[in-house]
């Protein structure tokens, strides 16, 4: 029918590896026509000039690693039908710089993935190692892809450590969280050894995910802010920190 004939007329334009089928397997779903229609405008613009494999199946989104103008890059794809949606509203209604959303699934997500772009900007204006934005359409984030010949970079809960190096890391994290608070005024909220990778090259921490992250006039970023603190020191324990909660939420507020 139609709609297969449209997918397969995208995936010839996109170029994706047929012989990797799971690649297609995970595109056959991710991609709605909304999405197909996105693509098309990326790779109309030159932005998005190859769709290569998947790098990751989310609760909320896909992402793909694909050949950009210049660089790789890495394809985020929120699922339109996404099931969480409802407390991603709970994160774009107490964000000022969203108040003109229409309380539907689509505009929500769309909003979402603006989010997370415009999170990501402030992040690396304020000196922080995040994957740089490129450009969102609708439910498309393209970005940098933090990697090395066409692998992503390892998380941290995936990475062997010396304890030096863990301590080091640790030192860095702090460092980005005060950043991230006083010179971008956010809180990640979603930061665990799962949402930092670490560049096998000079071990550089480098976060990710960034949807959820709430400006500090959000009713729940101090909230926020103190869960990103316990996740942190929970995973350092192992390389003998010598910190609190108190003392490193001191740190990123610099009191
Ligand atoms: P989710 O909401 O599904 O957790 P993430 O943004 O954390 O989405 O991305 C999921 C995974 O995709 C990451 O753990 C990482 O392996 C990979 N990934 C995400 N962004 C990039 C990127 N810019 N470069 C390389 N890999 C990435
Ligand atoms: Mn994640």
């Known amino acids: 029918d139609t709609k297969v004939k449209r997918l397969d007329t995208a995936v010839d334009k996109l170029r994706i590896k047929r012989k990797d089928s799971n690649t297609l397997k995970v595109t056959e779903n991710v991609f709605d026509d909304a999405t197909l229609k996105s693509l098309y405008t990326l790779s109309n613009k030159g932005i998005v000039e190859a769709l290569g494999g998947s790098i990751s199946t989310g609760k909320e989104a896909n992402v793909f690693l694909g050949e950009g103008e210049e660089h790789d890059i890495a394809i985020k794809i929120y699922r339109i039908s996404s099931s969480t ?22 505009d929500i997500i769309f909003a979402w993935t603006k989010k997370e772009f415009r999170n990501l900007i402030r992040a690396n204006e304020a000196g922080i190692r995040v994957p740089v934005p490129i450009i969102t359409e609708r439910n498309i984030l393209i970005m940098e892809f933090m990697g090395k010949n066409e692998k992503p970079f390892p998380a941290l809960k995936d990475i062997k450590l010396e304890l030096e190096d863990g ?43 960034m949807g959820q992250s709430v400006t500090l006039e959000h009713p729940r970023a101090d909230i926020f802010l103190k869960r990103d603190i316990e996740n942190i020191l929970r995973y350092f324990k192992r390389f003998k920190i010598d910190e609190t909660p108190e003392s490193v939420y001191k740190r990123i507020k610099n009191t």
């Open 85 to 106: 949606f409802r407390s991603m509203e709970d994160y774009i209604l107490g964000d000022p710089r969203f108040t003109n959303i229409r309380h539907n699934k689509r």
């Open 167 to 209: 301590q080091l890391i640790f030192e860095t994290i702090i460092d980005d969280m005060h950043k991230l608070y006083t010179k971008a005024n956010l809180v990640h909220g979603d930061l665990s050894e799962y949402n930092i990778l670490i560049d096998t090259n000079d071990l550089t921490p480098i976060m990710i995910d």
